[in-house]
């Protein structure tokens, strides 16, 4: 099962893969998580990184396609994965059709959560994420247990700086520009499925897996 999950920043792609992932036990390979992970540990690759994403600057293609598919290339993700964050770009997508195409495991479904800009602004502003564990919670729809902690970790939840404002109407100008024509690129290709990310998160879920549950299993 290889798929993408595309949206706008803040659609609910990081919080549908987790479920995902333990349905159809393959990984949920997120670029993001990647690219904080290099960040805090402060290694070449995550300062040039951070360049990036805090000015809300998408991360060069050829840097971001050799990230992942050095992580697809792992034995955890020989039998499927859910990729959240890439590709953004057509041409990053021709690129990962490349690879996948070479390995002998060509993509075989993308779901495209869609959500109105309005909605996307308000639920980005509201995220706060655990700086320990890397939870991310929703003070509107996901809030932690604890006002300001989190759950698992007892840390104090931070506000990202790719969730202030200033930074969120960056992202989606750079969304507008150079990812929506993904959608077309992947409806001409006949592997996009939409979904409304316009309703609960249940809701959602359950929509996703009616998509996906018509893929071939190994």
């Known amino acids: 099962m290889n798929v993408v999950l595309l949206g706008a920043p803040g659609s609910g792609k990081g919080t549908q893969a987790k479920p995902l992932s333990e349905r159809y036990k393959v990984p949920h390979v997120s ?53 959240d964050g890439f590709p953004r770009t057509v041409a990053q997508a021709e690129g990962l059709g490349d690879y996948l195409r070479a390995a002998g495991r060509p993509l075989e479904k993308v779901i495209y959560l869609k959500l109105e800009q309005q909605e996307v602004v308000r639920r980005l502003s509201s995220r706060r994420q655990c700086p320990k564990c ?28 790719d969730d202030q404002a200033a930074t969120i109407e960056k992202r989606l100008r750079v969304y507008d520009d150079l990812t929506e024509p993904l959608i077309s690129y992947y409806r001409g290709l006949e592997l996009l499925d939409t979904v409304s990310a316009d309703r609960p998160v249940a809701e959602v879920f359950v929509a996703m897996v009616v998509a996906l549950d018509k893929l071939p299993r190994p």
């Open 31 to 83: 670029t993001g998580d990647i690219f904080r992970q290099e960040i805090a540990k402060k290694s070449e690759l995550g300062l040039q990184v951070q360049e990036y994403v805090s000015s809300g600057r998408l991360v060069p293609d050829e840097l971001v396609l050799t990230i992942v598919t050095q992580r697809l290339s792992q034995p955890d993700c020989a039998k499927g994965f859910l990729l």
């Open 134 to 161: 890397g939870k991310v919670y929703n003070l509107l729809t996901q809030p932690p247990q604890q006002t300001g902690v989190c759950d698992v970790e007892g840390t104090a939840l931070i506000h990202r700086e």
